[in-house]
């Protein structure tokens, strides 16, 4: 257990509709990262947040957004879903800006 | 900005045998190298890393070497076992940057 929580585990929508996934970081870290993986894929990084404030941003789509909470929990909206939007979606924390990152258990997303 | 390349892309070996997996990058200053293996529909663990400041390290059966001139690592397994299945990525970051990581490895132990 890497410390590293989110919520849902497992997430079925429909084309069209709008999901939010919810990341709680270890204890005591300060960034939070968002990735992507689809079937037998890579990891594409999606956006990092660090104390709040949005710091990276990678491959993410127009339709994607996150943030990062007070307590740093982050939530990452998906809006507009399509079929390819089906995939692991990971977030994974670091105490800091660039230090060792600890991944969550991903939440599972199957767009029908 | 950064970029890793990963190879091979799968690697079969016997049970007891040594896998070697190579990654290399493109941007000088990276000074942070993670090693992360993923099994099936779980999430990516970290299981050994190293510095730019360090040559060689190694825990158990597992062991990462960094040549920074030719700028390329390598992860080391000896001693396989079925457990050790999995897919393994690599991944480098320049200082205050985020990880880029490689396209993985799908390592398979046959017993």
């Known amino acids: 257990d890497s410390g590293v929580t989110q919520t849902p585990k497992h997430l079925i929508t429909a084309t069209g509709q709008r999901v939010t996934l919810r990341c709680s970081p270890r204890?005591?870290?300060?960034?939070v990262y968002w990735y992507q993986q689809s079937l037998d894929q890579g990891l594409q990084f999606l956006i990092q947040?660090?104390?709040?404030?949005?710091?990276a941003k990678g491959n993410i789509l127009e339709r994607f957004s996150a943030q990062q909470f007070p307590d740093l929990h982050s939530e990452l909206n998906l809006s507009s879903l399509e079929l390819g939007d089906s995939a692991l979606y990971f977030c994974?924390?670091?105490?800091?800006?660039?230090?060792?990152?600890?991944f969550g258990p991903g939440t599972r997303l199957l767009v029908l | 900005g950064e970029n890793v390349e990963q190879h091979p892309s799968t690697l079969s070996v016997q049970e007891g045998d040594s896998a070697v997996i190579k990654c290399t990058y493109s941007?000088?200053?990276?000074?942070?190298f993670p090693w992360y293996k993923q099994e099936l529909g779980k999430r990516p663990q970290l299981i050994i890393d190293?510095?730019?400041?360090?040559g060689e390290k190694k825990d158990q059966r597992i062991a990462v070497t960094l040549n920074k001139t030719a700028k390329h690592f390598s992860l080391h397994i000896t001693e396989t076992q079925p457990e050790d299945s999995a897919v393994y990525f690599c991944?480098?970051?320049?200082?205050?940057?985020?990880?880029?990581f490689g396209p993985g490895t799908r390592l398979s132990v046959l017993p």
């Open positions: 994974a924390s670091s105490p800091g800006r660039d230090e060792t990152q600890y």
């Open positions: 204890s005591g870290d300060l960034s």
């Open positions: 947040y660090y104390n709040g404030e949005e710091r």
């Open positions: 941007d000088s200053a990276s000074n942070y």
């Open positions: 190293i510095r730019s400041n360090v």
């Open positions: 991944a480098a970051t320049p200082y205050g940057q985020n990880f880029v």
